[in-house]
């Protein structure tokens, strides 16, 4: 039996595109639309998609920074979908965040010292003397040290920036953390540092990770379970190493076509995906990859497809029958 430490069921977050001289509501931004996964406890779920497609908005309405519109988020079997900013105050030491750009995620005032003690001095957990050296125990964890201490985030490198975020988010000894894109503004040999870290700590403390990149390569790397996002829904939902063997929606088999050959005399068919991903405001007709699809059929334009109830590998196309919803 999977110990989910996360679930969502049936997610929708809708943003109001207000128009007109009284500011009516005229249409909605479908960010997230009935988005269901697992995060089991200890395990890394990565979640891949184009910019756009709703991966930032899901992670923070699973984090509550945005309240979803329907559907259920769950942590640890605790129901907390109308959790009230009050209500969340003692999860917030279980559920952390690490952002894309570690530069305009620090404040340039504070040095690494009073970076790391200021979540415990909110949460009042530790004695005074014991927060100093939860700090210097954490600065140890990420590969800084004592001489970092009274230096400001101007002072660093980007892979040292994301250390001294890494180490914030551990200060609280959480549960689940949110990475999204963590590495995408590094070196690529920055980033293999920073990604080994990340396993690392998961080893060590029993972590939880949602770990949202463009990289399949990182992805393929951190991930025990993948989830392909597309225009607000999950298109594609399996274990990592069933998405790069077997990947079913051709939507997924673009992005793993897309990504670069080691071997300079293998030459692979390029899959082209013609144009960009649509508006959130104007979701096409039917399937919503049908503009783009390389493999559509006649049913794609005027059929959505359901995610199929296969729990070992989920998939969202026409193309296989268990995706056809009840009433065709």
């Not at 890394?44 to 709703?54: A, D, N, P, Q, R």
């Not at 551990?170 to 503004?185: K, M, R």
Request: glycine fraction near 4%; charge should be positive; proline fraction near 5%.
């Amino acid at each position: 039996m999977q110990n989910n430490l996360v679930q969502i069921l049936n997610l929708k977050k809708y943003f109001r595109i207000k128009k007109g001289i009284f500011f009516k509501t005229n249409d909605y931004i479908k960010a997230v639309d009935n988005v269901e996964i697992n995060i089991q406890a200890n395990k890394t779920l990565g979640l891949v998609g184009e910019s756009g497609s709703g991966k930032t908005t899901l992670s923070k309405c699973i984090l509550k920074l945005l309240n979803p519109d329907e559907g259920k988020i769950i942590f640890d079997g605790i129901d907390i979908t109308n959790y009230s900013m009050k209500q969340m105050i003692p999860l917030r030491k279980r559920m952390q965040i690490i952002f894309q750009d570690p530069y305009s995620s620090l404040n340039p005032r504070f040095t690494v010292l009073k970076t790391i003690l200021e979540g415990m001095n909110i949460h009042k957990i530790y004695d005074i003397e014991k927060r100093y050296e939860r700090v210097h125990e954490l600065l140890n964890m990420v590969g800084l040290n004592d001489n970092d201490l009274n230096k400001f985030p101007h002072e660093f490198s980007g892979g040292q920036r994301q250390r001294i975020v890494i180490a914030r988010a551990l200060s609280l000894n959480p549960d689940f953390i949110v990475c999204d894109e963590p590495v995408s503004s590094l070196d690529v040999s920055i980033q293999s540092q920073i990604i080994n870290l990340l396993k690392d700590l998961q080893m060590q403390l029993n972590l939880t990770y949602l770990f949202i990149s463009h990289n399949l390569a990182v992805i393929r790397n951190i991930s025990d379970d993948i989830a392909i996002m597309y225009l607000g829904q999950i298109v594609e939902y399996a274990s990592s190493e069933k998405i790069f063997l077997e990947p079913k929606h051709p939507y997924t088999k673009a992005l793993l076509n897309a990504t670069p050959e080691i071997n300079p005399d293998k030459k692979p068919h390029r899959i082209v995906l013609k144009g960009n991903i649509p508006s959130a405001s104007k979701i096409p007709n039917g399937c919503r990859f049908h503009p783009r699809c390389p493999e559509k059929i006649k049913e794609c334009s005027y059929i959505e497809p359901v995610l199929s109830i296969n729990e070992s590998h989920q998939v969202r196309c026409l193309l296989y029958k268990e995706c056809f919803p009840d009433i065709i």
